[in-house]
């Protein structure tokens, strides 16, 4: 290999970052995720000791025995067998198994050390191979975070109804909880409180809800860049899309909210009114945050709808019923049918601001969430303000047909067969 083009590629190797390792849809960095899968299994291990432990001593939480040491050998054996790409390389060849590891060596020591610069591996110590004396090999281990990285891939890998992935989750959620930087923790920061009551539930109950939690930490976790309010809002909408289509979650977040106690660990008369008021003031606080993240949501929606205009929209809703799939152009043409696509009812500007008028009047309003309602009688399309806690849709009648069938306007599914709709008109133009 010319030395030249040797320099050049190291020069301009771009460091790999975490998100890229976890990413598994991304082909350039299997090997990273291969190396946390050989550690793995006895991460888990050590996993289950440090269960015992901490519930066996109290307040005495000690680190666990984590026997995750490995050198480099036993690694590159591990890789030539199970690493899908240099399996593939290797195959039919006749080079034995221990000549592939050791032509691997080097290979794995560079993506070992990548892992060292993210602190998610450290070298320990260098100590004389086993078999030459003279050689000097190194020794790795995992770091908390490596741990932490590892099990993120892993949980992926079990059903969310096994002992392990409960066990992998308390863990992750546990850490991963710790990027949330220690400002926000004030007790005056009630909001995080509550985010965190509502997450320690849904840790029994919900646990789909706490991976994507993970996933938002995850997000916002390089650096120190977490900002509490981003991170608040993302997981409030989360909390309202979750609450639409599950009403056991529904009830236990409004009680956990209705019941949350700012005085938490304080030794308080509950008898006392001032402190009462106090309680109901914030809770009021606590609602209000919850109302204004919603609505910022649908704002935010609709503006990411509106980018099409309405025209396009209506006659992609016209041409998507099932008497309409299949005609063509002419035949519309012929037919006019431009009158009748320009009936469809679509979201359009008036809409929303309709919606506005509707946000603007109910601003004081902390217990109704002004959002978009469709009907499926008569199609219409239009705001309401809604009390998420106690109303209903099945028992609210549409304001234009009169008949109780309007439901929630769920922008994600439109603005998802947009998308669709868009990829293949730009296919139907190549
Ligand atoms: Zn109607």
């Known amino acids: ?46 996993l289950s000791t440090e269960d015992k432990e901490s519930e066996s001593e109290n307040n005495m939480i000690e680190e666990p025995e984590w026997n995750t040491s490995f050198r480099v050998r036993e690694l590159a054996n591990w890789v030539v067998d199970n690493n899908r790409k240099i399996k593939e390389e290797f195959k ?30 450290v070298r320990i110590q260098k100590i004389e191979s086993r078999k030459n004396r003279k050689l000097v ?19 992926e890998k079990h059903s969310n109804k096994s002992d392990q992935y409960g066990k992998i989750l308390k863990f992750l959620y546990k850490e991963w909880k710790t990027f949330v ?64 289509s599950d009403n056991k979650f529904k009830n236990s977040f409004y009680k956990i909210v209705n019941n949350f106690n700012i005085f938490k660990g304080l030794d308080i008369d509950p008898t006392d009114k001032k402190l009462e008021d106090l309680r109901k003031e914030n809770l009021k606080l606590l609602k209000v945050q919850f109302k204004l993240d919603i609505e910022s949501f649908i704002d935010k929606c609709f503006s990411e709808y509106l980018k099409i205009d309405s025209y396009s929209i209506k006659s992609f809703v016209w041409s998507s019923r099932e008497d309409n ?65 106690l109303e209903s849709f099945s028992k609210i009648r549409c304001k234009y047909c009169n008949n109780l069938t309007i439901s929630q306007y769920i922008f994600e599914n439109e603005i998802n067969a947009q998308y669709h709709y868009r990829i293949a008109s730009l296919a139907s133009r190549l």
């Open 181 to 244: 930087p220690d400002g926000y923790r004030d007790h005056h920061n009630i909001e995080y409180y509550l985010i965190e009551e509502i997450l320690d539930e849904c840790l029994i109950s919900n646990q789909n809800i706490l991976l994507d939690f993970i996933k938002l930490i995850r997000k916002h976790s390089n650096g120190y860049d977490i900002n509490f309010s981003i991170l608040r809002y993302e997981l409030h909408c989360l909390i309202f899309s979750k609450i639409r």
């Open 137 to 155: 090999t190194d020794i790795f281990d995992i770091t908390r975070n490596g741990v932490i990285i590892a099990l993120t891939l892993e949980i």
């Open 1 to 46: 290999m010319p030395i030249g083009k040797k320099i050049t590629n190291k020069n301009l190797e771009k460091k790999v970052t975490i998100e890229e390792i976890l990413d598994n849809q991304n082909e350039e960095t299997i090997i990273y995720r291969d190396i946390f899968n050989f550690l793995t299994p006895d991460i888990l291990k050590s």
């Open 325 to 389: 799939q299949n005609k063509t152009v002419g035949e519309i043409h012929q037919n006019r049918h431009y009158s009748d696509i320009m009936n469809e009812i679509v979201l359009t500007f008036e809409v929303r601001k309709e919606w506005e008028k509707e946000r603007n009047k109910n601003l004081t309003n902390f217990d109704r969430i002004v959002i978009l309602v469709k009907c499926s009688s008569c199609g219409q399309i239009y705001p309401i303000s809604f009390n998420l806690e």
């Open 92 to 121: 039919g060849s006749r080079i034995n198994r221990s000549n592939q590891a050791h032509s691997k060596t080097a290979y794995i020591t560079h993506k070992l050390n990548r892992l060292v610069d993210l602190s998610l591996l």
